[in-house]
């Protein structure tokens, strides 16, 4: 049985910093990425950021060069970084660690909030 462990999630006033991460434990498995998604009420999971083996990085339109993304493959472990947080941000954050590229299968994590507000 896989877990990830997702933690970091809070309140922050807008323009402010928040740091995820989300490990992983349990039964040994290679993820072959990593990544962040985000739900708001009403709303379809989106992906926000996510990262390969070999580190290519893809992230959402609406976070570039506002957040970063980062995993240690020898833990199995991915980081978000999150700067000049907007209360567009504000969602439940999920971790997901992918094991086939292909079909998408992979594990979730619990999710943390984020709220963004004054």
């Known amino acids: 049985q896989v877990q990830l462990v997702a933690s970091g999630g809070g309140l922050v006033q807008p323009g402010g910093s928040l740091i995820l991460s989300c490990a992983a434990s349990?039964?040994?498995?290679?993820?072959?990425?990593m990544g962040w998604y985000r739900q708001t009420p009403g709303k379809q999971r989106e992906l926000v950021a996510s990262?390969?083996?070999?580190?290519?990085?893809n992230y959402a339109d609406s976070v570039k060069g506002r957040f970063t993304i980062s995993r240690d493959n020898a833990q199995n472990t991915v980081y978000l970084q999150m700067n000049s947080l907007k209360p567009e941000d504000t969602a439940v954050y999920y971790c997901?660690?992918?094991?086939?590229?292909?079909?998408?299968?992979?594990?979730w994590g619990q999710g943390t909030q984020v709220t963004v507000s004054l």
């Open positions: 997901k660690g992918t094991i086939s590229l292909f079909t998408g299968a992979g594990y």
């Open positions: 990262i390969t083996r070999s580190g290519s990085i």
């Open positions: 349990g039964s040994i498995v290679s993820f072959n990425a």
